[in-house]
Nanobody
Framework: QVQLVESGGGSVQAGGSLRLTCAAS????????MGWFRQAPGKEREGVAR???????TYAASVEGRFTVSKDNAKNTLYLQMNSLKPEDTAMYYC????????????????WGQGTQVTVSS
């Protein structure tokens, strides 16, 4: 059974930084596609960052240039470095994984973490 555990969320002021971590277990990290999603209160869940089929990171337009996704396959861990945080980045952030990239990209991944809250104050 694949398990994903996020950590690293918290409360910061606008302009601050946080680094989220997603520790995966139950499979070999390189055999699954992984990505970050977020959901703010009253809004739909949206994709934040993931890797495409050739391993290139892709980002939502709203975070491009501020967020950086990375992974350590040896540790089965996915990271999200978030800089220049804005109040509109406030959301629950989720890690997701699937062995089909399309399912991950449309937010229909088979496996999800419990989420970690990020709150950015102005």
């Amino acid at each position: 059974q694949v398990q994903l555990v996020e950590s690293g969320g918290g409360s910061v002021q606008a302009g601050g930084s946080l680094r989220l971590t997603c520790a995966a277990s139950g499979y070999t990290g390189s055999s699954y596609y992984m990505g970050w999603f977020r959901q703010a209160p009253g809004k739909e869940r949206e994709g934040v960052a993931r890797f495409n089929s050739v391993g290139t990171p892709t980002y939502a337009a709203s975070v491009e240039g501020r967020f950086t996704v990375s992974k350590d396959n040896a540790k089965n861990t996915l990271y999200l470095q978030m800089n220049s945080l804005k109040p509109e980045d406030t959301a629950m952030y989720y890690c997701a994984a699937d062995d089909h990239l399309v399912r991950l990209s449309i937010g229909n991944a088979a496996y999800w973490g419990q989420g970690t809250q990020v709150t950015v104050s102005s």
